[in-house]
């Protein structure tokens, strides 16, 4: 059974940074492809950052060149850095696994995922 599970979301203002985690288990965490959600209230669930099955880093372009994806896999844990966070940044963020091949911009649509977190709230205040 897969478990995904998210932390580090809170309350930072405007410029500020964060650091979400996501512990894994369940599945082979090293060639798995991983990806961070946000879903903001009223709007649809976006990608925001993902790592597919080659280990290749895909982002939104709204997020590009201020967060940063990683991953340890001594840890199985998955790592988004968030720096000069802005208002609009205001979110839920959730985590998603997949043990099935997934490669490049599909890694971040949410059909590429099977196994989600419940996520973690994070709030940029102005």
């Known amino acids: 059974q897969v478990e995904v599970v998210e932390s580090g979301g809170g309350l930072v203002q405007a410029g500020g940074s964060l650091t979400l985690s996501c512990t894994v288990s369940?599945?082979?965490?090293?060639?798995?492809?991983m990806g961070w959600f946000r879903q903001a209230p009223g709007k649809e669930r976006e990608g925001v950052a993902a790592?597919?099955?080659?280990?290749?880093?895909s982002y939104a372009d709204s997020v590009k060149g201020r967060f940063t994806i990683s991953r340890d896999s001594a840890k199985n844990t998955l790592y988004l850095q968030m720096n000069s966070l802005q208002p609009e940044d205001t979110a839920m963020y959730y985590c998603?696994?997949?043990?099935?091949?997934?490669?490049?911009?599909?890694?971040?649509?949410?059909?590429?995922?099977?196994?989600w977190g419940q996520g973690t709230q994070v709030t940029v205040s102005s």
């Open positions: 998603a696994a997949s043990a099935f091949y997934c490669s490049g911009w599909y890694s971040l649509t949410q059909s590429a995922y099977a196994d």
């Open positions: 790592i597919d099955s080659d280990g290749r880093l």
């Open positions: 369940g599945l082979p965490f090293a060639d798995s492809a």
